[in-house]
């Protein structure tokens, strides 16, 4: 009843109003406020007196507080805040008589606010938080707490609270044990038990002897030091907008450059490094790989595996540049279909080296798929 009372008397109710409005009405069995009610209306049911005027607010809620008062005797307002109920008995001391008329246009007003579908809420954010805190996470919490907006940064102690006592105690074993005693204090007493279990013993008997000495630290110094820890486990993670190794990213680029570009350029690296020219080396697969890369028995699969118009083309163009890789798809086709590919290069002539080129390109990807799809296995370097 005190919550709906405040709602009425917005002047000095600004408070959440979460009981129900009605318990003051019908559950407390108010006599007097019940026959206050029935003379409010006539005989279809409507409202017949308009507001009051002259009262504010809070004076119309101490008309309220009255007429419930004489029929209870005791009325409970435990649930206004100090501030509120000094204004009601402000507001009780600044009236003296009411006439019937205006009592019952308060009552009226009253019951018509009560029976609105409008909704009022509890204005600040603490009290937000006290009314949604049993459906808030933790994180939630924290956020709201700290008094940041939804969209700002995480709190890097969220997030360090979360992480595996392994992990943290990994990152943990670079710094210094002022500062492992400060993420063993701020975190909770479980994980911090966890990741002393994972240090060193040396280092954490010293991060514990820190811990034990730690006073007041100010907040500023805290948030740098979960916004440096934060920073190591995201260098640790981060793979970089470039993931996988550099040297078969340009191998794999290499595979698809034109035979004489690719010899021009690997040659080049050779000259300023040796090893990673070897290591590039390796790992590209062209069509001149084909012989050491792809065993016999798959070239049939290789062959279905592009057009036989692109067959054809890098065959016809491979005749002058990589004879040997021709004469090894060939040989390892059926006698047959061999035949048949030899008298079509001869037929297709002489074949640009752009063209030439392109076709080896699409063999060499035929292969890459087929080994994706589990087809044929490429021979390593080293097999």
Avoid at 86 to 96: E, G, H, K, Y
Avoid at 107 to 113: C, G, K, S, T, V
């Amino acid at each position: 009843m005190s919550n709906a009372l405040a709602e009425f008397g917005t002047e000095f109710g600004s408070d959440d109003l979460a009981l129900p409005i009605q318990s003051g009405l019908t559950d407390q069995g108010s006599d007097v406020l019940e026959r206050a009610i029935a003379d409010t209306h006539n005989s279809v049911g409507q409202p017949r007196l308009g507001a009051p005027s002259g009262l504010r607010r809070d004076q119309k809620a101490a008309i309220i507080v009255r007429l419930m008062h004489m029929d209870m005797g005791e009325l409970s307002l435990s649930e206004l805040e100090t501030r509120n109920m000094v204004q009601l008995v402000r507001a009780t001391a600044d009236l003296s008589f009411v006439d019937e008329a205006t009592t019952l246009a308060v009552i009226d007003e009253f019951l018509a606010e009560i029976g609105s579908s409008a909704l009022y809420f509890r204005p600040g954010l603490d009290n937000a938080i006290g009314a949604l805190q049993n459906h808030l996470s933790e994180d939630a919490s924290a956020m709201l707490a700290s008094n940041k907006p939804a969209n700002a940064p995480e709190d890097p102690w969220l997030g360090i609270q979360r992480m595996d006592p392994a992990e943290l105690a990994d990152i943990l074993l670079h710094e210094t044990p002022q500062v492992c005693a400060v993420v063993i204090s701020k975190i909770s007493a479980v994980k911090s038990a966890e990741i002393l279990t994972h240090l060193p013993d040396e280092l954490a008997r010293a991060t514990t002897f820190a811990a034990s000495k730690i006073g007041r630290i100010g907040e500023v110094a805290v948030a740098k030091i979960g916004a440096a820890i934060a920073q190591a486990v995201n260098i640790r993670n981060d793979q970089g907008a470039l993931s996988g190794d550099p040297a078969e990213r340009i191998g794999a680029i290499l595979n698809f450059t034109p035979g004489t570009a690719r010899e021009a350029l690997i040659g080049s690296l050779e000259n300023q490094d040796s090893n990673l020219a070897e290591r590039i080396r390796k790992i590209m697969f062209t069509f001149a790989d084909i012989p050491d890369r792809i065993d016999v028995k798959d070239i049939a699969k290789l062959a279905r595996a592009v057009e036989n118009k692109t067959l054809v083309t890098a065959l016809a163009g491979g005749e002058k540049t990589e004879p040997d890789t021709v004469q090894f798809i060939l040989k390892n086709l059926s006698k047959r279909l061999a035949e048949q590919l030899a008298e079509e290069m001869r037929e297709i002539g002489e074949v640009k080296p752009r063209d030439a080129d392109a076709a080896m390109n699409a063999i060499i990807q035929g292969a890459r798929d087929l080994e994706a799809q589990g087809e044929i296995t490429l021979i390593t370097q080293e097999e």
